[in-house]
């Protein structure tokens, strides 16, 4: 049917509750090698289940592994192709990045080891944590959040406690309407009431607006640069001037920093506080939706108030270098999370950032940019493009020109599964009607990047002249598009033994 | 660079088709005296054997075993491992794939998301689990967060035995929200909450946190303290950081738990230095709405053919922006996938076989060390597989003679509770044979005769 795609077997298979049979084994413990006293005399039987755990599978080595294996199958993924989210990155993960985090030494070593037994681990996060400040020129990082929605809490909460010093937390935060949904989401959690900023009609922050809005109950304004719409903000550093003559802080959502790496700094740009996804920008995976990471980097003066603990270097009683965890810290935020980051992804993201290195990381952003702009150039014949201003790593197209075949958004993302292709982000910014947000990131070469041109206009072709081909897709997966409305109205959110889920129709 | 397809030439035909001269006209709309003039300040690229090497140097400078015997606990724990759980979990099908925003093209991930939370139902007793939080304290925070939405009250009663670093992330997410936490006093020589003192709760308590088994090991009522907490009105959040007492507990929500949250990393996830772990989070259906997080449900297409989506998502941030139940968006997918794969391999019969074993290991090494001169146990609530030991020499100096013979014996409790000098948390699991129990005994007998003698 088309070049990349073609339609082949998968297997059916139900939940693991019931390949459940009686008697059926997938372990094998060491025999219990203590003298064992009666449970019930251990421990009081009215604090004992006495269910027998019968809701969990009984099933062999051989079932789990057919079992997840079979439901690997149904998912797409970065290694079969182009994986177009926009504001997702979703760029290749590397297999040396999956071995390094699993060496022994990392993966086994518990949180609470002696630090003089820990030197490896501290190292790496110091280590990390230098790249990163250097990276995004500002003076110190924190690789505590898990990811980026907590690391915009806690940058937001650092925020909130040095304006606390300076006499008040103060009220609102100011957040443009292209922004993503967990900023508003934070700064909400943070206490702090939402102010939405409108974008010009060239997609950028309105100076005058901003001029008018900031006040001395202003905390912050965050910011995401590039912004949603893959738009550079061209007077980021007024921005910053009329932000900071209010007494208030700049917050860069870093989401999008695959833009930048390499080629300029938020730092220099006058940020305060930036969060880094190094589930996106350094390449750690997705994990079908985590772990990630949300390290945040600020300016000397925000560092007091960074999550505790810190690492740090200090010299030793024969000279010797070596690292502690410091734990005073009275000016902290506090915790945001127990023990010290997602430290698995940490290792995988240093694992990069070494192994592209400064001239690497630099290729890696502009091969990004140019494949982005590549796709713009060839897609405006067929689509509208949001705003036709200097892309950066990111394209946002719209249903403009397809809708008056009653071809919209979301019928274009399914049609693009039957291409053999992960559909881009949808309805997304919020202020481009119908858009579709596409970052090919530096990952696809230029075949993949001509398929999926070949789709999107073999989709618009279809959308003029076979439009309910376009808006039945799509044709070609186990299951066609799901009834979410009727799922949310009566929600059923785990198996039960009596209910056996088969065919409805 | 090996992980960019493109050649530069091919990069520069691409750029010369959109009419450009230079990579650098990309970047226009950059002002110009922001761009980096020198290249980063960082280490020149390193080959694939070079890092290899580098990352092998860092991970030989930490301690693990066999280089030494580890009865380190307190929220992290060294299980065993079933080997087809990496296996899976490296299918690039599943790790290298996104949120399963896409539900005809992420049939996998959400369908293993459905089997986790209906996994967590099942072990600890409640109706609705989410898709995972981050890990323990974050999970905790949230439920703190959820009894405030529910009961429209701001004060939260936190036990005293909770984790320390728990406690410490539920403050610093509070704070901001205006929500007050005060400290449960647990009972001294029990270690555990006594039901009693919570009988005249006041009225603007919105949740009574506690963790079973506690920080020190020990195993609390959940029945009786219900009974007390539902009277004022108020929730009950019940924490479990060692999830595998799951497998021989009695389920919190069987206990009238309201929120039953916690660490799943005792599932199938290694150490790792502390993460990435996977926090979950159960509560009752008639609180579904106010869940945070993400939750997979059922759904059925045109023809009448079951599938998995996202669902419920008018709570999260991506829709309800500022009015969202929670900010979180990544969660920890990939690792509730690990637990899910453990949870089926191990089973009905193994997920109480291995929580039996650590029973009866950690009792068994209690049972010798209480035995020797100058050492007790500090409480008498029952426990799992952790308990508190008092040392006749201040614990840090016992386990520093104790690292001279390669045994880190556990967590000394005055890194959190400066009044517990004497004190060692001490943790036994399925992973640890006899002899290198008889070891530590061994060892700290040694100790204590050479202050008696």
């Known amino acids: 049917m088309n070049r990349k795609a073609t339609t082949h077997v998968n297997q059916n298979e139900g939940l693991i509750f019931e390949r459940s049979r009686p008697g059926r084994i997938g372990y094998r413990l060491p025999a219990l090698d203590v003298e064992a006293a009666p449970i019930p005399e251990l421990i009081e039987p009215s604090l004992l289940r006495d269910d027998d755990l019968a809701g969990l599978p009984e099933v062999s080595e051989v079932d789990v592994v057919r079992h997840f294996t079979r439901l690997s199958t149904w998912n797409y993924a970065v290694d079969y192709g182009m994986y177009p989210l926009g504001s997702c990155t979703m760029k290749y993960n590397p297999k040396l990045n999956e071995r390094v985090a699993r060496l022994e030494g990392f993966a086994a070593a518990h949180p609470y080891l002696p630090e003089a037994l820990a030197q490896g681990n501290l190292e790496l996060i110091k280590e990390l944590e230098e790249c990163l400040a250097e990276i995004t020129g500002l003076a110190a990082v924190s690789l505590q959040p898990a990811a980026g929605a907590q690391g915009e809490l806690a940058g937001l909460m650092i925020i909130r406690k040095c304006l606390q010093s300076r006499g008040g937390p103060r009220k609102r935060v100011l957040i443009p309407d292209s922004a993503h949904g967990t900023n508003p989401a934070s700064a909400a959690i943070c206490g702090y009431q939402v102010q939405t900023i409108k974008s010009n009609s060239r997609g950028a922050i309105d100076l005058e607006d901003l001029r008018q809005t900031v006040d001395e109950e202003v905390a912050a304004l965050m910011l995401t640069n590039p912004s949603t719409l893959g738009l550079f903000e061209e007077n980021i550093e007024e921005v910053c001037r009329i932000i900071h003559a209010a007494g208030s802080f700049v917050y860069m959502d870093g989401a999008n920093m695959n833009a930048l790496v390499g080629v300029a700094r938020p730092g220099d740009m006058g940020v305060d506080v930036i969060h880094l996804n190094l589930h996106k920008t350094f390449s750690t995976p997705h994990g079908g939706g985590g772990p990630g990471a949300g390290p945040i980097a600020v300016t000397a003066e925000l560092e007091p108030y960074l999550p505790f603990p810190r690492v740090v270097r200090e010299t030793g009683p024969q000279g010797e270098n070596r690292l502690r965890l410091d734990y005073h810290r009275p000016q902290s935020i506090g915790r945001v999370r127990a023990f010290y980051g997602n430290f698995s992804v940490l290792v995988r993201a240093l694992c990069y950032i070494l192994s592209l290195g400064p001239d690497g990381l630099r290729e890696a952003t502009e091969t990004a940019v140019l494949n982005a702009n590549y796709l713009a150039h060839h897609l405006k014949s067929d689509y509208e493009l949001a705003y036709d201003s200097q892309l950066m790593h990111e394209v946002i197209l719209s249903d403009k020109r397809q809708q008056r075949f009653g071809v919209h958004t979301l019928d274009i993302a399914k049609r693009l599964i039957d291409y053999g292709f992960h559909p881009m982000t949808i309805y997304f910014p919020l202020i481009v009607p119908g858009a579709m947000m596409i970052e090919p990131t530096e990952s696809e070469g230029r075949e993949e990047l001509d398929l999926f041109i070949e789709a999107m206009r073999s989709i618009a072709r279809e959308a003029r002249e076979r439009p309910e081909l376009v808006k039945n897709a799509p044709h070609h997966t186990r299951i066609g598009r799901l009834n979410e409305a009727e799922a949310a109205r009566r929600p059923v959110l785990r198996w039960k033994k009596e209910q056996k889920q088969e065919n409805q129709g | 660079m090996r992980y960019i397809p493109n050649s530069a030439q091919e990069r520069a035909q691409m750029l010369r088709e959109q009419g450009l001269d230079a990579i650098d006209d990309l970047f226009r709309s950059i002002p110009p005296h922001l761009k980096l003039a020198e290249p980063l300040n960082l280490p020149p690229a390193l080959?694939?054997?070079?890092?290899?090497?580098?990352?092998?140097?860092?991970?030989?400078?930490?301690?693990?075993?066999?280089?030494?015997?580890?009865?380190?606990?307190?929220?992290?724990?060294?299980?065993?491992?079933?080997?087809?759980?990496?296996?899976?979990?490296?299918?690039?099908?599943?790790?290298?794939?996104?949120?399963?925003?896409?539900?005809?093209?992420?049939?996998?991930?959400?369908?293993?998301?459905?089997?986790?939370?209906?996994?967590?139902?099942?072990?600890?007793?409640?109706?609705?689990?989410?898709?995972?939080?981050?890990?323990?304290?974050?999970?905790?925070?949230?439920?703190?967060?959820?009894?405030?939405?529910?009961?429209?009250?701001?004060?939260?009663?936190?036990?005293?035995?909770?984790?320390?670093?728990?406690?410490?992330?539920?403050e610093t997410y509070i704070s901001p929200a205006g929500i007050s936490a005060e400290t449960l006093i647990t009972c001294a020589e029990t270690g555990t909450v006594l039901p009693e003192s919570l009988s005249s709760l006041s009225e603007d308590v919105a949740a009574v946190v506690i963790q079973s088994p506690n920080f020190f090991g020990g195993i609390e009522d959940v029945q009786a303290i219900a009974e007390e907490v539902h009277r004022a009105g108020a929730l009950l959040v019940v924490v479990v950081a060692e999830a595998m007492s799951l497998g021989l507990l009695r389920p919190p929500g069987a206990c009238g738990a309201d929120i039953v949250c916690g660490e799943a990393q005792s599932f199938g996830i290694p150490l790792s230095f502390g993460g990435s772990y996977c926090g979950f989070f159960a509560t009752r259906e008639k609180y579904q709405r106010q869940i945070p997080g993400r939750l997979v449900g059922l759904a059925y297409d045109g023809q009448g053919r079951p599938g998995y989506v996202l669902t419920l998502a008018t709570r999260e941030q991506h829709i309800r922006r500022e009015k969202a139940t929670s900010n979180i968006c990544t969660n920890q997918g990939l690792y509730a996938l690990m637990a899910t794969i453990y949870l089926a391999t191990m089973g009905r019969r193994g997920v109480r076989e291995a929580a039996e074993q650590n029973t009866q290991k950690a009792h068994y090494a209690a049972r010798q060390i209480a035995a020797l001169d100058g050492y007790r146990l500090r409480f008498t609530a029952p426990f799992f597989n952790e308990f508190v030991v008092s040392c006749p020499k201040p614990a840090l100096e016992t386990l520093d003679r104790l690292l001279e013979k390669k045994i880190i014996g556990g967590l000394p409790l005055a890194r959190f509770f400066p009044e517990m000098k004497q004190e060692l948390l001490v943790c036994v699991t399925e992973t640890i044979p006899k002899a290198e129990i008889d070891l530590l005994v061994e060892a700290l007998r040694e100790i204590g005769e050479a202050i008696y003698s």
């Open chain 2, 47 to 170: 080959s694939e054997t070079e890092a290899l090497n580098y990352f092998r140097s860092l991970a030989a400078r930490n301690a693990i075993r066999p280089q030494v015997l580890s009865f380190l606990g307190a929220g992290a724990y060294d299980h065993f491992i079933p080997t087809i759980t990496d296996a899976l979990i490296s299918r690039s099908e599943f790790y290298t794939s996104y949120t399963p925003y896409q539900p005809e093209i992420s049939q996998g991930t959400l369908q293993a998301i459905f089997e986790f939370q209906t996994m967590i139902c099942e072990l600890t007793g409640m109706e609705v689990a989410n898709a995972s939080l981050y890990d323990g304290s974050t999970a905790m925070a949230e439920a703190v967060l959820m009894a405030e939405r529910i009961t429209h009250r701001s004060k939260v009663l936190i036990a005293g035995n909770v984790h320390p670093e728990y406690r410490e992330v539920v």
